[in-house]
């Protein structure tokens, strides 16, 4: 059974969200074994400027970056990734597990992203949308697809 973390910005609040978060965390138990970080969120003023958000994504990537095993494949989930669809997905975390890697980290940012350390450190990076949404959101969508990915390699009906 393979190693997933998924490495996060910020903490689930709203019930709905944390509701769906672990559904999806309870059916992929018989995938992989997930493993979840919530980092904290850098707080910023109302309007910060761009160097104290610079400044909080420096501290965040030192944070994510902490947190990744040895030799692990960071997947960093950022807007200049590359969108794929579900089975492009599964075909990666099937390359992924076919190299005999340890561990495969994905990480979502908070509000403003990631910043370009973590981005340079990841093995790929990858784009849900070009639209946005909220990083809560996000790792619940996340979560789906990497459920959808498993079970498109198992040839399972799930997705169709």
């Given at each position: 059974?393979?190693?997933?973390?998924?490495?996060?910005?910020?903490k689930l609040k709203e019930s709905f969200y944390t509701a769906a978060a672990a559904e999806?965390?309870?059916?992929?138990?018989?995938?992989?074994?997930?493993?979840?970080?919530?980092?904290?969120?850098?707080?910023?003023?109302?309007?910060?400027?761009?160097?104290?958000?610079?400044?909080?994504?420096?501290?965040?990537?030192?944070?994510?970056?902490?947190?990744?095993?040895?030799?692990?494949?960071?997947?960093?989930?950022?807007?200049?990734?590359?969108?794929?669809?579900?089975?492009?997905?599964?075909?990666?975390?099937?390359?992924?597990?076919?190299?005999?890697?340890?561990?495969?980290s994905f990480v979502i940012g908070g509000s403003y992203g990631l910043h370009p350390t973590?981005?340079?450190?990841?093995?790929?990076?990858?784009?849900?949308?070009?639209?946005?949404?909220?990083?809560?959101?996000?790792?619940?969508?996340?979560?789906?697809?990497?459920?959808?990915?498993?079970?498109?390699?198992?040839?399972?009906?799930?997705?169709?």
């Open positions: 059974m393979i190693n997933i973390q998924l490495i996060c910005v910020g999806y965390v309870k059916r992929l138990g018989a995938y992989c074994r997930l493993g979840l970080v919530e980092l904290p969120e850098e707080r910023l003023p109302k309007d910060p400027s761009q160097a104290q958000i610079e400044g909080a994504l420096s501290k965040e990537a030192k944070l994510i970056l902490a947190q990744c095993p040895p030799r692990s494949s960071l997947v960093a989930l950022c807007i200049e990734g590359r969108q794929r669809s579900s089975e492009e997905l599964a075909q990666l975390l099937n390359t992924w597990s076919n190299r005999g890697e340890r561990q495969l973590v981005k340079a450190a990841a093995w790929v990076q990858l784009s849900m949308s070009p639209m946005t949404f909220p990083h809560h959101l996000a790792r619940v969508m996340l979560l789906e697809q990497i459920y959808r990915g498993f079970k498109i390699n198992e040839g399972s009906s799930y997705h169709k």
